[in-house]
């Protein structure tokens, strides 16, 4: 029952987290592709996890350091759900990278040659 109740306090972010993956999929889904899409979402979601794992990770520590129980409790409740986040964000990478070849291209640099008066 105490895993329910924790988890419990972890939903509003998880919705927040949905809102905003449905609002850069739609915008980009509109603007691009879907395959475009899925990128962006990918890449997006993977900075915003690793820093709330960062953020929530400092969180808990500090609370351990003060001894809060109450904010220890919180914080590590919000840090395991960012740490699944992110191997989830990882593991949609690496299945989209996969069945997507394509985008594992960088693109390469391009050079500038100059012309005679300006040559160096």
Same mark, same amino acid.
């Given at each position: 029952?105490?895993?329910?109740a924790?988890? %419990?306090?972890? =939903?509003p972010?998880v919705?927040a987290?949905?809102?905003?993956a449905?609002v850069?999929? !739609? $915008? /980009?889904?509109y603007?691009h592709? +879907?395959?475009r899409?899925k990128?962006?979402l990918?890449?997006v979601?993977t #900075?915003i996890?690793?820093? !709330?794992?960062?953020?929530?990770?400092?969180?808990?520590?500090?609370?351990?350091?003060?001894? &809060? @129980?109450? $904010?220890? @409790?919180?914080?590590?409740?919000f840090? /395991? /759900?960012a740490l699944i986040?992110l191997?989830v964000?990882r593991w949609? &990478?690496? =299945?989209?990278l996969k &069945?997507h +070849? %394509?985008?594992?291209?960088k693109?390469?640099r391009a050079t500038v040659?100059?012309?005679w +008066? #300006?040559?160096?």
């Open positions: 029952m105490g895993l329910v924790r988890l %419990s306090r972890v =939903v972010l919705i987290l949905a809102v905003v449905a850069i999929y !739609l $915008v /980009v889904t603007r592709s +879907p395959a899409a990128e962006v990918i890449r979601f #900075w996890t690793g820093i !709330l794992s960062a953020f929530f990770g400092l969180v808990t520590l500090y609370a351990l350091l003060e001894r &809060n @129980d109450g $904010v220890i @409790d919180l914080g590590a409740s840090l /395991v /759900v986040g191997a964000t949609c &990478n690496h =299945v989209f &069945n +070849p %394509s985008y594992k291209k693109p390469v040659k100059r012309r +008066p #300006w040559q160096r």
